[in-house]
């Protein structure tokens, strides 16, 4: 009688791990190459337990140079604390599964786990959007707060503060509860151009894309594309024709208190400086093999965090 080991076991899963493994890195590189998060967020790679980003107030206009030199106050400004937090998911194949071959069944299951990984990313990155005039947001029974700015209320809200004192509300409120149309664009061009920085200075905010949802991609590409107004009787020139981008993201929802789909009109390069997915631990395969019930679990373990500075990149659209 031949007794099952954990020898045997070992080379029953040799069969298939390295094979399983190179499908898993092969569809993380694919996701991670055409990931959005890439193109919106400023992300990376951090070594430390948690993150803080903090600033000082800005400079204002040079002085006229009378033979001296002109010197201004330095204040600090706002700091804002990333935090991360640990995702996992296990498949478990058994002996059964392993002894009669289904090679294409586990690089099936494998796959759908790294594929998991980078969904979870996104539906994170998105909720931060979804959810963007909320303190806070709920996924799988859990709150997260990463859509406050540093400013400690929801980064889409019209009661931002000044750190400083010498700014109006008025020009740092980037919320409007209204739909997307022409006007309404004109209004989130207009408001987003009058924003100042913490001094006071005229800012240099501009918008140069659109975000949307499926619901509100149709207007948004016309908005952009059309040579006439959409919807306009006696086709006048649409003269934001070819002047911004528009990204259409599936994962941008309505909110079911809401009455209609939010959009997002941004400055990218703000965006860039001020919105960050920084990776903890990239998704990683975890492997453990257990001869004993004859079972071997793959899993994928990610750790990450969401951190947003200023807001001043961004004009919320979301209709009460």
């Not at 959007?129 to 996924?139: G, L, P, R, Y």
């Not at 859990?142 to 700015?149: N, Q, V």
Request: net charge negative; glycine share 8%; with cysteine.
């Amino acid at each position: 009688m031949i007794n099952y080991s954990a020898t045997e076991f070992t080379t029953l899963v040799g069969k298939y791990d390295t094979t399983i493994f190179a499908f898993m890195e092969e569809i993380g590189q694919q996701r991670a190459d055409r990931s959005i998060i890439e193109e919106m967020f400023t992300r990376q790679d951090v070594d430390e337990p948690d993150v803080a980003i903090s600033g000082t107030s800005a400079h204002g206009r040079m002085k006229k140079h009378k033979g001296t030199r002109n010197y201004e106050d330095i204040q600090e400004y706002f700091t804002k604390k990333i935090e991360f937090e640990e995702f996992s998911l296990t498949e478990l194949f058994g002996r059964k599964f392993l002894d009669d071959n289904k090679l294409l069944n586990m690089k099936n299951r494998s796959g759908g786990l790294m594929n998991s990984a980078y969904n979870t990313q996104e539906d994170f990155a998105a909720a931060i959007f979804t959810n963007a005039d909320q303190s806070s947001f709920t996924m799988d029974g859990e709150t997260y707060t990463w859509t406050l700015s540093a400013d400690a209320v929801s980064f889409v809200n019209d009661t931002h503060s000044s750190k400083t004192g010498k700014v109006s509300s008025t020009y740092l409120d980037n919320k409007g509860a209204i739909t997307l149309d022409g006007g309404n664009l004109d209004t989130a061009i207009v408001t987003m151009g009058q924003f100042t920085d913490d001094v006071g200075n005229q800012g240099s905010f501009f918008g140069d894309t659109l975000l949307v949802g499926l619901e509100n991609a149709k207007t948004a590409l016309e908005l952009a594309n059309s040579d006439k107004k959409p919807t306009v009787a006696n086709n006048d020139y649409n003269v934001y024709q070819g002047m911004f981008k528009v990204i259409v993201w599936n994962k941008l929802r309505k909110q079911t208190s809401k009455t209609g789909s939010p959009w997002f009109w941004l400055d990218s390069r703000n965006m860039k400086e001020n919105l960050y997915f920084l990776d903890r631990v990239k998704p990683e395969i975890t492997d453990n093999r257990n001869w004993q019930t004859m079972s071997w679990e793959v899993g994928i373990y990610a750790r990450f965090g969401i951190g947003i500075y200023l807001w001043q990149w961004c004009f919320g659209g979301i209709p009460a």
